[in-house]
């Protein structure tokens, strides 16, 4: 399907460019249609001789030619090709980046993205280079504190939104991170052709409200499908005799039947966090519940019909409580669930699974072959499948579904930081990641590396990636050049994948829609984000320290509401109403 969508993309593309002849300036980034003297044929235009050589046009001042379309979805498709390398014979023009990656890649890549082919064959051709600061996930949040707090900043910031919650507005009034838009507007010609094609909806999320262009994201050919949900050992299933739960008493009793039957010790992984910070298994409730500081900044906000609402003081988290404090005393989750379940992409987390302790656990799509890969080594009869997230009754609807948007990668989000300079030469850098050459360069690295052409002119996997030993899920990070944002494109090789990897997306979508997901662009100013802090740190801290104590027994149930009543007492209706505030604020905002 993908494949025929992107032949039918290159014929449009293609019919075009025979209509289509157009030039544009850098300053004006727009696409036009060729005026009819495009078509005078060359012996018609003034001799060489009549116009000094100094009038004519130099050949860098005259833009290639933009051709302009939309895939099915609107997301808007510009070709362009630059001029190589990017900085001037002689010169030598470095930025520093910030950059996060798994712990599990760290084995594969010692020096990080510097070590990929792909990074390797970009510097090559543009002539940038780029110095690394690299940082797992396990470390990221406090190292990354630590930086701001130094104001040693580096250049680039990749991962941004797993890192910074204070609001854009507020970065760039304090000098942290600059405001793009000149960026935008002067140097990145493809970028802003490609914005000036967009949505109102999506031109509002990559503003602030002050008007600021803050960050710098992928967009997608084609929306993606959900990530990561809840998944199960079928073949347990089919030994206790029971049929894919849907609804929590279903899970109750396939959770009891692991425990009583098969003596399993994780009937079910219960994340550290409590909820997972997809929100899954809390949003059949209604409310938002993912509180978490790893492996992201999570805080569980959501809106109903516009009015912020705070999970945790909500009734629907009481419930959830009750449900799983009343599985730990049963031994349901594990006694040591804080400490076995704490990173998600870490091997004490993924050798429970692997090792055949967990009935139902919560995965990333791009761990499932992983796990069947170990797993089935392990265990010749191992079989797993995406499970949907749980309901109070059949056919009920969630909202808490990422919203579809052209704008994607939750890591593919940069900003760029006061430390700075030579911003032109960044600016057509990062645009050139929006181009074909780029896009393919940095989503399956160069050619004869991990991909090929075949006969037929199709992308296809070579000898190398196929015999490699680095495990699949890993495999395209060690090749491609992860990190900065690009246009995603549909036309890389189509690896060949298991059956529950096909099924795992439209399984965790089910029933599900965006109705009460906060937007995710919301901007607060300097003083609210002084205000914020002040009052929702200490929050923070007082529900991190009681949340596991109140699955454990350590706190009893019957303590719930007064804890509530603290956490209103602390000052959290204060936050609220500042969240609210940048909700009432992001509606507001002009996109003409």
């Not at 008493?249 to 959770?255: F, G, Y």
């Not at 900065?484 to 099924?503: H, I, N």
């Amino acid at each position: 399907m993908k494949k025929t969508r992107l032949l039918a993309l290159l014929l449009v593309l293609a019919m075009m460019a025979a209509l289509m002849v157009g030039c544009s300036s850098k300053e004006e980034a727009a696409v036009e249609e060729a005026p009819a003297a495009s078509e005078a044929p060359a012996e018609d235009a003034p001799p060489a001789e009549e116009a000094p050589a100094e009038e004519e046009a130099p050949a860098e001042e005259a833009a290639p030619e933009i051709i302009s379309g939309y895939t099915e979805i609107g997301t808007p498709i510009v070709s362009y090709v630059y001029e190589l390398p990017l900085v001037p014979e002689g010169e030598d023009i470095s930025f520093s980046v910030w950059a996060t990656t798994s712990d599990g890649l760290t084995q594969y890549l010692p020096n990080g993205f510097a070590d990929t082919p792909g990074y390797q064959e970009t510097e090559k051709l543009t002539g940038v280079k780029l110095d690394f600061t690299m940082t797992s996930s396990t470390v990221n949040s406090e190292k990354f504190n630590l930086m701001i707090a130094s104001q040693d900043y580096t250049d680039i910031i990749t991962n941004i939104g797993q890192s910074w919650t204070q609001g854009y507005d507020y970065a760039i009034e304090e000098d942290i991170f600059i405001d793009l838009k000149d960026m935008v507007e002067n140097d990145m010609i493809v970028y802003k052709a490609l914005y000036d094609q967009l949505d109102d909806d999506t031109k509002r999320d990559l503003h602030t409200d002050n008007g600021y262009f803050p960050v710098l994201y992928s967009l997608n050919y084609d929306y993606a499908e959900q990530s990561e949900g809840p998944m199960i050992r079928r073949d347990y299933l089919e030994k206790v005799g029971m049929e894919i739960p849907v609804t929590y008493d279903d899970w109750d009793e396939v959770l009891h039947a692991f425990k009583t039957e098969l003596d399993l010790a994780q009937p079910l992984m219960l994340p550290k966090g409590i909820v997972h910070t997809s929100n899954m298994m809390m949003s059949g409730f209604g409310v938002s519940g993912t509180f978490s500081t790893f492996p992201m900044v999570s805080e569980p906000y959501y809106q109903v019909d516009g009015q912020v609402k705070y999970g945790v003081v909500e009734p629907g988290f009481k419930e959830y409580m009750e449900m799983v404090s009343g599985w730990y005393a049963e031994g349901i989750i594990s006694e040591e669930f804080m400490v076995l379940n704490d990173n998600p992409m870490g091997t004490t987390y993924t050798s429970q699974i692997n090792g055949g302790a967990a009935g139902i656990f919560f995965a990333d799509g791009m761990m499932i072959e992983n796990y069947i890969t170990v797993g089935t080594d392990n265990d010749p009869n191992y079989d797993i499948w995406a499970i949907p997230d749980p309901v109070k009754e059949e056919g009920q609807i969630i909202h808490f579904l990422s919203k579809k948007s052209p704008i994607a990668g939750r890591l593919s989000q940069i900003v760029v930081t006061t430390a700075a300079e030579n911003l032109d030469i960044l600016a057509k850098y990062l645009d050139w990641f929006f181009t074909d050459e780029g896009a393919i360069l940095a989503a399956g690295g160069p050619e004869g590396r991990a991909w090929e052409f075949d006969a037929d002119g199709n992308k296809v996997r070579t000898e190398e990636w196929n015999n490699s030993d680095v495990p699949k899920n890993e495999r395209n990070n060690v090749y491609s050049f992860g990190g900065l944002p690009l246009l995603s494109r549909e036309d890389m090789p189509e690896d060949e994948t298991y059956p529950v990897q096909e099924a795992a997306g439209p399984i965790w979508e089910a029933n599900h829609d965006s109705a009460y997901v906060m937007p995710t662009t919301l901007s607060i100013s300097a003083q609210e984000s002084e205000d914020y802090a002040a009052v929702y740190n200490d929050i923070q801290t007082y529900i991190e320290e009681n949340l596991a104590r109140f699955v454990t027994g350590d706190n009893p149930m019957s303590e719930w509401d007064a804890f509530v009543d603290h956490i209103m007492e602390m000052g959290l209706e204060d936050c609220i109403a500042i969240k609210q505030a940048a909700v009432d604020r992001y509606y507001e905002r002009s996109v003409g």
